[in-house]
């Protein structure tokens, strides 16, 4: 291979490497695998999931579920999380608020960052993406040695509950970064003619 093309394969290896942090289990197909519950009772694992059959079900206020995430941190980079909600009750029936928290802890597990999202989900709505209220961003701390994301029950008008689906965090790229990756495929390719 050209040293041209190696670069190339090398660019979009690193790209895809750092694109994504690991969520297990962030579709509940695997009941609580990977997932942490608090509350004693109430959170349980339901069917009627966005996409795919399962979903997680918070019943009670304070009920939560929590997630250490896998893979090397990056210091200094912005993590994205998104995530569907559903209210399960028909329309007119009140909402439901999830209080979504990413937070990153040291090596003596002191809390160091912590950046907190409120979301509001009315009844009869279906499913809906965290994006459509909120960017749920999170730049990862000095010294941290641990990231978690949770979500917990805050407002839960009519015992609706709510149901979570597809935890997904991504690390999103700095625009500086992808301008310099867009400049260097521009240059192999105006080197190649």
Known sequence: MKKNQLFVVGVLALVSAVSSAGVVNGSFENGLDGWTDWGSSGVLVTGDGSSGTQCAALQNLGNKVQQQISGPLAIGQTYTLTLDLKNPLPAGNGNVVVKTVMFAQNSGWDII??????????S??????????SDISFVMPTNAAWFFVECSLQLNENNAGVRLDNFQVAVTPEPMTMSLLGLGGMALIRRRK
């Open 124 to 133: 009869g709505s279906g499913w809906v993406s965290s994006t459509s209220q």
């Open 113 to 122: 960052a912590a950046d907190e999202y409120w979301i509001s989900v009315a």
